[in-house]
């Protein structure tokens, strides 16, 4: 499996390895552009954002929720599967 050695982020600054996935995927967490480090500097750059800055990661999460679990329901209930697991959801994102 491919290692990107060194990547760092444009937001916070922070130096992180990224581990392809297979077929040389960069993992949903990270964001990446060549096209928009070329935009903002003029030059053939990567932009990587990390895992914590992308924001994009709630997003996918969210996706990821309504494909395998379906949208919320509109109203809570506590012996609702799906409910529980927005629940969870909502848990792990109270931070921002
Ligand atoms: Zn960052
Ligand atoms: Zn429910």
Redesign the pocket.
């Known amino acids: 499996m491919k290692i990107l050695k060194d990547r760092m982020c444009v937001v916070c600054g922070r130096k992180f390895d990224v581990k392809l996935e297979k077929g040389n995927v960069i993992p949903i967490q990270y964001f990446f552009s060549k096209e928009l480090g070329k935009a903002l500097t003029g030059k053939k750059t990567e932009y990587w954002e990390c895992e914590y800055c992308s924001g994009y990661m709630k997003e996918r999460v969210i996706e990821w929720m309504n494909i395998n679990w379906g949208s919320?329901?509109p109203?809570?209930?506590e012996n609702?599967?799906?409910?529980r697991a927005w629940k969870c959801f909502d848990y792990l994102f109270e931070i921002d």
């Open positions: 919320r329901c109203d809570f209930e609702c599967a799906l409910c």
